[in-house]
């Protein structure tokens, strides 16, 4: 699971076995990994069309790459729209999904017990949170996470060091899906400090 947090470090072990998924434009990293291609990217919909600092980055450090599955957080607009403007930065995909807010909620509820209806910045989470609840909920025998730390701020993708949104939650939920037992561990160093996530060491 790799995110977009300036520090990354690739697991212990990685090989062609591991199954790799990107969120918004950290697909940047494991591109120098040798995997220029991962299974799933995860997108958050302002990327695609939005003129903010962040998603001008991303649009560019993805321009002419491809996918796997591409997951959209909650798009509003049509289908034809999204493939339009996925097609004006050339980035491709085997399988293009929408995942729409209730189906947000229904991950989290699956997997933290309770109910998130998202109502305010203070209850958001982020696209690596769902990224989580995505591998978690498909089976994955152990989630490495790795460029994803609440604490940090700034993107691998830009220097603008924009502040990371959603971090109380986003320590919340690594810290009781971990309390839980479920395989969740991190490649990085410092995010194990912090969040108590196991560090992967094979």
């Not at 980055?57 to 996925?86: E, H, Q």
């Not at 017990?113 to 305010?120: H, M, Q, T």
Request: net charge positive; hydrophobic share 40%.
């Amino acid at each position: 699971m790799v995110g977009s947090a300036p520090v990354s470090t690739m697991p212990a072990g990685f090989d062609a076995s591991f199954h790799v998924i990107s969120v918004n434009g950290s697909q940047q990293v494991c591109e120098t990994w040798g995997r220029a291609i991962p299974d799933v990217a995860i997108m958050q919909f302002n990327q695609v069309e939005g003129q903010t600092v962040n998603a001008q980055a991303v649009r560019k450090v993805l321009n002419g790459k491809a996918t796997g599955y591409l997951y959209v957080m909650r798009w509003p607009k049509s289908m034809t729209r999204l493939k339009r403007g996925l097609a004006a930065f050339d980035y491709s995909y085997n399988n293009l999904k929408i995942i729409n807010r209730f189906g947000r909620m229904s991950m989290f509820e699956a997997l933290m017990g309770r109910l998130n209806v998202e109502i305010d910045d203070d209850m958001k989470f982020s696209n690596g949170m769902t990224a989580v609840f995505y591998a978690l909920t498909n089976g994955a025998k152990a989630v490495i996470l790795t460029g994803i730390n609440p604490d940090s701020s700034g993107h691998i993708y830009n220097d603008a060091n924009l502040k990371r949104l959603h971090v109380g939650t986003d320590k919340d939920i690594l810290q009781t899906l971990n309390k839980r037992g479920f395989p969740l561990f991190t490649a990085d160093p410092e995010v194990a400090k912090a969040t108590g996530l196991p560090l992967w060491t094979r």
